[in-house]
């Protein structure tokens, strides 16, 4: 048997000559023929020709960077990452043969955008947004531009924060980029980049994956079209987005209500519990203000910016409406995601399947659209919708409020793994609303159970770091006391790129310890009235309590988590070199 062997690696120092060493070694063992292309930056690289490509009965390719498939074409090909190949060289070869396959005709694609994208130089923008608009925005967005410059392109990121847009793109910066790349969890105004190559991601992908998402937006990224007044495109030029998607762009907007909304009502505590009652006081215009006013618009934007991520503007007044009648009906944050899921719905079948005359089609989203949709969502939650979700929402928070402490450390314990599962995923985001959501019914502990063990993983990773210097190098350990921060500020993305090269370790380690915190915070009858801000929350009276007890969960489940990982992360020397 013949067999052609490329190894490399992204320095192209350790692993790749190590690999085609042991590869050439054990092909000998097996007495193949075998020609071995060995992509390194210390020896001189012999490539394969076209003779022993042609020759070959099979291609194996051990490789953790990119490597130019395309001569490759028609053959079978077996592809991992070069570290595979380390352990038992003889049973990877053969294993190689077995499931070797011809390269398919995207494979081939996405190999030739690989290797064309960093052949010569590209100018890139980007954006990138995420539901809160603190971490995974801004991490997202560093990633995004450090690969980029690795790889010898112009790259612009502009970041849609809690604070707003920052460094934001210019009209000639757009004209003249190669490549659009939106990095955003939530809805994102796409008009500006109408005409341009545009790939579409999420910030998690464009965090852990930057490489191999920069290479398939070269690969994959088609022409924008944008259809003015409605969020319809045509098929081929943008990705449908999922529920997720639409229910976190609503949750991105109603947290800056929640936030003004319970430290209002914190402040006002602190003249009394009850000092509120007595009208004419500060604490009563401060409950006003927090209960009376920012929280009785929590539902409203809640259920308007879902129907506006599926709908554009001709969806934001349905959706306002039929959130306004959740929250007067009881229904609540879930009768308000459901008014906003059935107008936005509404609107777009109205905008896409709707036809009028050409000299009527300017009224469609400015008045047929706005009037219809909020009559079939206005009805709908009236007489079918509104009674069972308020029905619902009252049992829920009755039973959240009256439950026994087993009841209570159990969901604590649900909470806690779901904060620590994905750090900032869909998971994680999934409990998070739930918490932020149940603010609305004055119902608190959640809320303080989710915090809690948000902040444990990236408090955990740096203490972690510091009970155990020896087994992490400097960068690492400097990245150890940025976790640290990060989850004081209830950031869980700082743990992120500790999971991202030892996510079978860090990620049980971090559930085991939130598990702990949010049982811990759900049996101390901790209540947080803000739904961010991590212990800086502290300095607002009345906004945790117990405080000394929520502390102690926080300090129980970071110590949990920094001691196992200490213990079970291996030292460099204990792990097989990496290049």
């Known amino acids: ?54 020759a070959a009965d099979y291609i194996v390719i051990a ?20 570290s595979a190949c380390f352990s038992d ?17 995207s494979e081939l694609k996405n190999a030739e955008a690989a290797v064309s994208n960093t052949s010569g130089k590209k100018k890139i923008v980007a954006i990138t947004a995420c539901p809160t608009g603190v971490a995974h925005t801004f991490m997202a967005a560093e990633a995004l531009e450090q690969e980029g410059q690795r790889q010898g392109h112009d790259i612009k990121v502009e970041t849609r924060g809690s604070v707003g847009a920052k460094n934001q793109l210019t009209d000639e910066e757009i004209s003249a980029a190669d490549l659009v790349i939106i990095a955003a969890d939530i809805e994102v105004d796409l008009a500006r980049f109408d005409g341009k190559k545009l790939y579409k991601t999420s910030t998690g992908l464009a965090l ?69 009652k007595e009208e004419g006081t500060l ?50 944050f879930l009768g308000g995601i459901v008014a906003g899921f059935l107008a936005g719905y509404s609107a777009k079948f109205l905008a896409d399947k709707v036809k009028l005359p050409q000299s009527m089609e300017a009224l469609k989203p400015i008045l047929i659209i706005p009037l219809v949709a909020s009559l079939i969502t206005g009805l709908i939650m009236i007489y079918v919708v509104g009674g069972p979700v308020a029905a619902a929402m009252t049992g829920l928070t009755e039973f959240l409020n009256n439950m026994g402490s087993a009841n209570a450390v159990l969901l604590g314990i649900i909470l806690g793994c779901m904060m620590c599962f994905d750090l900032g995923g869909p998971v994680n985001k999934a409990a998070y609303t739930f918490g932020v959501g149940l603010l609305a019914s004055q119902t608190y502990a959640p809320m303080a159970a989710v915090m809690a063990a948000g902040m444990v993983p990236a408090m955990g990773m740096g203490l972690a770091t510091f009970l155990a210097k ?32 030892d996510p079978m370790r860090v990620i049980p380690c971090c559930m085991a310890g939130g598990a702990l915190t949010g049982a811990l915070s759900m049996l101390f009858g901790a209540q947080l009235m803000a739904p961010h801000g991590g212990l800086f929350v502290l300095l607002i009276p009345n906004a945790i309590s117990p405080a000394l007890m929520y502390l102690v969960a926080i300090a129980a489940g970071t110590l949990v988590t920094g001691i196992s990982y200490a213990l079970l992360k291996k030292s460099d020397q204990e792990q097989l070199v990496t290049a």
Not at 89 to 105: F, G, H, I, R, T
Request: with cysteine; proline share 3%; hydrophobic share 50%.
């Open 1 to 54: 048997m013949k067999i052609a062997i490329v190894t490399a690696c992204p320095s192209g120092i350790a692993n790749s000559v190590i690999a085609a060493g042991l590869l050439e070694k054990a092909a000998a063992e097996l007495k193949w023929n075998a020609d071995i292309e060995s992509q390194s930056t210390v020896t001189a690289s012999t490539l394969l020709t076209t003779e022993q490509i042609k």
């Open 63 to 82: 490789a953790s960077t990119a490597v130019d498939t395309s001569r490759f074409a028609g053959k079978k090909v077996y592809q991992s990452a070069v």
């Open 89 to 105: 060289p003889k049973a990877y070869l053969e294993l190689a043969v077995d499931k070797a396959a011809v390269l398919s005709a």
């Open 208 to 276: 852990k994956k930057t490489k191999q998402e920069m290479d398939k937006a070269f690969s994959s990224a088609s022409v924008y079209k944008h259809e003015a007044g409605s969020a319809s495109s045509s098929a081929q030029n943008q990705e449908k987005t999922g529920a997720y998607k639409h229910l976190m762009t609503g949750v991105s907007h109603m947290l800056p209500l929640v936030v003004a909304g319970g430290l209002s009502i914190a402040l006002s505590f602190v003249f009394g519990i009850e000092a509120f």
């Open 283 to 332: 604490a009563a215009a401060l409950m006003t203000i927090g209960g009376g006013s920012a929280f009785a618009l929590m539902v409203p934007v809640l259920a308007g910016f879902i129907a506006f991520s599926i709908a554009d503007r001709p969806g934001l007044a349905p959706g306002l409406i039929g959130g306004m009648l959740a929250s007067s009906t009881g229904a609540g």
């Open 470 to 501: 020896r087994k992490f190098n400097s960068s690492e350990s400097e990245a150890g006391k940025a976790s640290f921060v990060l989850g004081l500020c209830f950031i869980s993305e700082g743990a992120i790129p500790f999971a991202a090269r």
